[in-house]
């Protein structure tokens, strides 16, 4: 009887009916992990499009760290619920939104960006002047204005004690700058209003008008000091802590000859940052100047945007500066960025008040803000009077 009949296999055979199913096993095995490696592969793929594709609509795009902020902060104008900014926690500068002693929230980045973009862009000093930020009330600036003594020495002979250099410290205080603009209530339910842009721009045009005119004019009580305000003396006998000016020897008028004096009174080591500030009506007077071969002192920039140019320095077109008058000091020329310093806190809080002012409702704006005269060699000033 063959082994056939009787149902038993040879040695041999067992081996290779064994190892047929072993490859046939691992073939399924290898064709199930091909299949799960490319399934996973395909989300991958898909995981990569959707986080790199450009956002369409808020529902679908990249996430905005600054969305949780900016959706609570809309929600806290709109209602005065608080809730989310309370429990939101954002990580980076300025972006806490914990409320300060006086109350309120710090307004969302996207807001506060915009108003601090109009501040720079508006015609004040503050374009050309130096700008610190600071989380103090006030904020310290050192100038040393003197010079140290020197002499020249023999090998043999004494050595003199020369002069010792004097520093002085100027404080620029830090004030409080507020706007309070309202809305009514039923216009803030009114999902279709941009209450953000609103609210931004309104802050800003306040803001902006304020700061001009204080850091030209300010008295410094309970706002900055302008540079106008500080006492000024004929440049011949200038001495620190006065503004030098040169008269124009025509009372209140402009000439040539005056611009250049002007322009040469200043320190060598300033004029090459100088640049001129004057109001719209003395900038018509002085755009018509010209010197004695007939070619204007006055020229404009060559590009949008570029400032006007007066015998190659920039000028300014500041508005709070006043009119051509009997001995008015109505131009100023100086490098700003040493002669003046912009104090502020980065951060602008918002305060809902929906009780004094019903129907509507108040939106309290607040921050903080200082400047001073922070290097009275810097800055001079043309007065339009004989002396």
Do not use: C
């Not at 067992?14 to 399934?39: H, M, N, S, W």
């Not at 594709?53 to 679908?60: K, M, N």
């Not at 795009?61 to 005065?80: M, V």
């Not at 507020?178 to 800003?204: C, T, V």
């Amino acid at each position: 009887m063959s082994n056939t009949e009787t149902g038993s296999l040879s040695p041999a055979e067992e081996v290779r009916v064994a190892v047929t199913g072993f490859v046939t096993d691992f073939k399924g095995f290898q064709a199930e992990i091909e299949t799960k490696l490319q399934q996973t592969e395909e989300r991958m793929t898909m995981l990569d499009r959707k986080m790199n594709l450009p956002a369409r609509t808020p529902l679908g795009g990249a996430t905005d760290a600054s969305a949780p902020h900016q959706k609570a902060f809309n929600k806290y104008l709109r209602n005065g619920d608080d809730d989310g900014l309370r429990g939101l926690e954002l990580e980076g500068k300025s972006l806490s939104t914990a409320v300060n002693s006086d109350g309120g929230y710090l307004v969302d980045p996207q807001t506060s960006a915009t108003v601090q973009s109009v501040l720079n862009s508006t015609a004040s000093i503050r374009a050309i002047a130096s700008v610190v930020q600071v989380e103090a009330t006030s904020y310290d600036v050192l100038v040393d204005h003197t010079d140290v003594g020197a002499g020249w020495a023999t090998e043999s002979g004494s050595v003199a004690e020369t002069d010792t250099p004097q520093i002085d410290r100027i404080t620029i205080g830090l004030h409080e700058l507020s706007a309070l603009p309202k809305a009514s209530q039923r216009l803030l339910d009114d999902s279709a209003f941009d209450i953000e842009s609103w609210l931004a721009g309104r802050i800003a045009d306040k803001f902006a008008r304020a700061e001009a005119s204080a850091f030209v004019n300010g008295d410094g009580i309970d706002k900055p000091k302008g540079f106008l305000t500080h006492p000024a003396v004929d440049n011949d006998v200038w001495t620190w802590g006065n503004l030098g000016y040169v008269p124009t020897e025509v009372d209140g008028e402009v000439t040539p000859d005056a611009i250049v004096e002007l322009v040469y009174s200043l320190g060598a080591q300033y004029r090459a940052n100088g640049a001129f500030v004057m109001n719209s009506k003395t900038a018509g007077r002085v755009r018509k100047l010209t010197d004695a071969d007939g070619r204007f002192l006055w020229s404009d920039g060559l590009a949008a945007g570029e400032p006007a140019m007066l015998m190659g320095y920039p000028v300014l077109v500041a508005e709070d500066m006043p009119d051509a008058s009997s001995d008015s000091f109505s131009i100023a020329f100086g490098d700003f960025r040493a002669g003046y310093t912009v104090a502020e806190r980065p951060d602008l809080r918002i305060l809902r008040d929906p009780f004094s002012a019903k129907p509507h409702v108040l939106f309290y704006a607040t921050k903080r803000v200082g400047g001073d005269v922070s290097d009275f060699a810097a800055i001079k000033l043309l007065k339009f009077g004989v002396a």
